[in-house]
């Protein structure tokens, strides 16, 4: 949610913005309802300064988590581009390509963003990161953990193998839950 630099890199600013997205929309979750550690996810990627988030602003951005959350688990790049333009029709914002006076490369920017709430922010500037990423891979841009314990979702970057899980931990945890019941089966 902060400005490019001058060495602002529009693909690494777009996998940034989608792995902020998958963060913040897990720990938005329903279950965990801790301002503090949406704070930290916010710190944690980039966001300067002291964040005195009001109960008003987490309100706002679990709002907007909910249909984020709908796109990142997305079974197929056509759903994920419907849950999109939705969410890009109905918000305030429009598109437009700036260098901020010459300082950065052309990229596309998203007018009120700056002085928006937290909310449009969240939404605004990962719809724009989401729809990047379905346009250049044709296909959904996250999954949800396949663990039964986790359900967090994930940003599915790599062209290969798809993802199950959200983590290693998840993925080891299952394998070794399915290792477990297969040895007391026999």
Same mark, same amino acid.
């Given at each position: 949610? !902060? @400005?490019?630099?001058a060495d602002?890199n529009? @693909?690494?600013?777009v996998? %940034?913005?989608a792995?902020?997205?998958?963060?913040?929309v897990n720990?938005l979750?329903p279950e965990?309802?801790?301002?503090a550690?949406? %704070?930290?996810v916010?710190? &944690?990627?980039g966001?300067p300064?002291?964040?005195?988030?009001?109960p008003?602003?987490?309100?706002?951005l679990r709002a &907007?988590? =909910?249909?984020?959350?709908a796109?990142l688990?997305a079974?197929?790049a056509?759903t &994920?581009? %419907?849950?999109?333009? !939705?969410?890009?029709?109905d $918000?305030?914002h429009?598109l437009r390509?700036?260098?901020h006076?010459?300082?950065?490369?052309?990229?596309p920017?998203l007018?009120?963003?700056?002085d928006?709430?937290?909310g449009e922010? +969240?939404?605004a500037?990962?719809c724009?990161?989401l729809?990047?990423? =379905?346009w250049?891979?044709q296909r959904?841009?996250?999954g949800?953990?396949? $663990?039964?314990?986790?359900r967090?979702? +994930?940003l599915a970057? $790599?062209r290969?193998?798809e993802r199950?899980?959200c983590? @290693?931990?998840?993925a !080891?945890?299952?394998?070794?839950?399915a290792? @477990?019941?297969?040895?007391? %089966?026999t």
């Open positions: 949610m !902060t @400005r490019p630099g602002w529009p @693909r690494h600013s996998q %940034a913005t792995r902020r997205t998958a963060d913040l720990a979750a965990r309802p801790d301002p550690a949406v %704070a930290d916010l710190r &944690a990627h966001e300064g002291p964040l005195d988030l009001t008003d602003d987490i309100t706002q &907007a988590a =909910v249909p984020l959350r796109v688990a079974p197929d056509d &994920a581009a %419907a849950l999109l333009n !939705t969410l890009l029709r $918000s305030a429009h390509l700036t260098s006076g010459g300082g950065t490369p052309w990229h920017r007018d009120r963003h700056d928006a709430p937290w922010r +969240f939404l500037s990962s724009l990161a729809t990047v990423l =379905v250049d891979q959904p841009p996250g949800t953990c396949a $663990s039964p314990s986790c967090n979702v +994930f970057q $790599s290969g193998l199950r899980y983590s @290693r931990r998840c !080891t945890r299952e394998r070794v839950a290792h @477990r019941r297969a040895r007391a %089966a």
